[in-house]
């Protein structure tokens, strides 16, 4: 079984910035697209970002593009959310999840889903 586990989240006041952590265990990275996904308070959750298992394609949301970079390290065995910009409407629940599919932005096909780090952006 592969296992996610979420790491990075805090407080942050608007316009600072923020580096998530996706680390796996249980299963070698490199055969997995790995998405974002967040959810804030009472809203469905929605795709953040995408990044296919060579690392050479990724995909945004339409909203987080500019703002968000997503990377990934094979050999750490851990993906990466770079959050830059942050507004008030960026404040939820982040999850990694991994699945042996296309870089897509839904979340039926994702097979392993981390716990999720809180985010919070407020003054």
């Known amino acids: 079984q592969l296992q996610l586990v979420e790491s990075g989240g805090g407080l942050v006041q608007p316009g600072g910035s923020l580096r998530l952590s996706c680390t796996t265990s249980g299963l070698t990275l490199d055969d997995y697209t790995i998405a974002w996904f967040r959810q804030a308070p009472g809203r469905e959750r929605e795709g953040v970002s995408c990044?296919?298992?060579?690392?050479?394609?990724?995909n945004y949301a339409d909203s987080m593009k500019g703002r968000f970079t997503i990377s990934r390290d094979n050999v750490k065995n851990t993906v990466y959310l770079q959050l830059n910009n942050l507004k008030p409407e960026d404040t939820g629940v982040y999850y990694c999840a991994a699945g042996p599919i296309q870089c897509v932005l839904y979340e039926s096909p994702y097979q392993y889903w981390g716990q999720g780090t809180q985010v919070t952006v407020s003054a």
């Open positions: 990044i296919t298992s060579s690392g050479g394609h990724a």
